[in-house]
């Protein structure tokens, strides 16, 4: 596998928006180029493929020298395999009929071109220049054993949305379908959970716990109500960052407990974790019930804040423990205590998911060639 700090290939970038596409390009995990932004012309296909012609040829031009493959995320429904972009997307209407933009533009610059779906690039950057080499650097530096190798990355955003690491490698599903937003909603069983883990769960939480669904508040506004920095009801604030916890959390157990990894989420509205981070935890660490009526954990695994420095510690701690060889004096080292943590973002999802993009073109460069 590439070395994401030292590799010199150049590989062009996009963040695909239905209003603005912003264009760039990666080297050794860094930007390169200024940014250039277009108006993304999402309505018409003629229009928006001609924008990605330009803005590709754009950074092209910026470059000392040639990129070695083009890599970004974009909307799905899709066949990312194989590049065909098709289906209902709300931000991009000109693709439902189905576009092979991979294909497309592959043939107009004669490199590989790789589409993804952001929650599976934003998960493959933290797996690979995010939180976890940056645990297992914290691991190692305590002295402990303890490695991990699998990773589940939610953002909070506009969605709900995942990314699925195990043993390094992302797993992109069989269908290019691994997601979470159509999970049940944990209060009410027949609603998706997105519509209580994304900016408008928050806005609509609040305006019903105040009185006032029409507030016209953005989560960042909300947050400020529950500072006390705006006028607003700053219980209903706190209650409605708290309910997207207690429901993202919900989600996440299911996820967790068949992936068996940390948990890292990024997004805009990770700013507000002070509020939501405790109902998230609480619902990682409830109980359920057998038919017989005993208790056991909702997830098999103690899990940890870890960005809280004292639980950091006990995380690190864990169980260690001596054992001796059954019929001998000699000793091994045993820690019986199975652990995840969950941790938010330190690099930032936008990053992540550049770098994911970055080192998934690497990658498959490497086994290609």
């Not at 995010?130 to 297992?136: F, K, M, Q, S, W």
């Not at 797993?171 to 999970?183: A, F, H, I």
Request: aromatic residues 8%.
């Amino acid at each position: 596998m590439a070395n994401i700090h030292t590799d010199s290939r150049i590989v062009m970038t996009l963040d695909a928006g239905g209003t603005n596409m912003v264009f760039g390009a990666m080297q050794a995990g860094e930007y390169v180029v200024d940014p250039i932004t277009l108006p993304a012309n999402s309505h018409d296909l003629d229009l928006c493929l001609k924008t990605m012609v330009e803005g590709f040829r754009a950074v092209r031009d910026r470059l000392d020298r040639q990129p070695v493959a083009i890599s970004f995320a974009f909307p799905g429904p899709a066949d990312y395999p194989n590049g065909i972009i098709g289906g209902y997307l709300p931000n991009f209407p000109s693709f439902r009929d189905g576009v092979a933009l991979g294909p497309y533009l592959r043939k107009k610059f004669s490199i590989p071109v790789y589409i993804n779906n952001d929650g599976d690039l934003y998960a493959y950057g933290e797996a690979l220049g995010g939180i976890l080499p940056d645990i297992n650097e914290r691991l190692e530096l305590a002295g402990s054993a303890k490695r991990y190798r699998n990773l589940l990355g939610y953002t909070f955003g506009t969605g709900f949305g995942v990314g699925m690491i195990v043993n390094n490698q992302l797993n992109r599903g069989d269908n290019s379908c691994v997601e979470t937003w159509c999970l049940p909603h944990c209060r009410h069983r027949d609603i998706i959970v997105e519509d209580g883990v994304s900016i408008r769960a928050v806005k609509r939480v609040y305006g019903e716990l105040s009185g006032n669904p029409e507030h016209g508040l953005e989560p960042k506004d909300i947050f400020d109500v529950a500072e006390g920095l705006r006028e607003g009801d700053a219980e209903a604030a706190r209650q409605a960052f708290a309910e997207l916890g207690e429901v993202a959390g919900e989600a996440m157990a299911t996820g967790v407990t068949l992936t068996d990894g940390l948990i890292v989420i990024g997004g805009g509205i990770t700013a507000a974790h002070k509020y939501f981070m405790p109902a998230l935890l609480k619902s990682l660490r409830s109980r359920i019930r057998t038919m017989s009526g005993d208790e056991i954990d909702r997830v098999q695994m103690k899990v940890y804040n870890l960005d809280d420095e004292e639980e950091f510690a006990q995380f690190v701690k864990g169980s260690q423990r001596k054992l001796k060889i059954y019929g001998s004096e000699i000793e091994v080292d045993y820690d019986p205590q199975k652990r995840i943590g969950v941790a938010i973002s330190r690099i930032g999802a936008n990053m992540a998911t550049a770098m994911g993009a970055y080192m998934f073109a690497l990658d498959q460069l490497d086994k290609t060639y």
